[in-house]
């Protein structure tokens, strides 16, 4: 069974508390540290969900999005909007991007891995809900 998560995160101690929490809860985590790379990493490795973080050096998160989206075959994927940069606006900018949901940073790690699991597709969801 597909469970695979990529984090696309360029800050290495939020990539890491993620990282943990998830594995720590059976995940698998593919991790990439900027936009290029996980586009490229998602069409590889085909993740159940994709966690994006929007302030990336290069492309940033509204793109990644964006540019996710244009492949069809990463549909069934969600992405889910991993940020501090909580400005008005925003949170509508990213859903528009494509996204499917968004967690504020900073990560609290009692409903962190709650809060995905809620994004996730229900039929494989269920799974990780124990
Ligand atoms: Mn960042």
Redesign the pocket.
Known sequence: MNNRLLII???EQNMYLMRFLLEKSGFTVIGAENGRKGIEMALQCKPLAILL?I??PEMNGYEVAAELKKHRDLDEAPIIAVTSYAMVGDREQILAAGATGYIEKPINPETFVAEIIDYLPKKQGVDHAA
């Open positions: 995160e360029d800050n973080d302030q990336l």
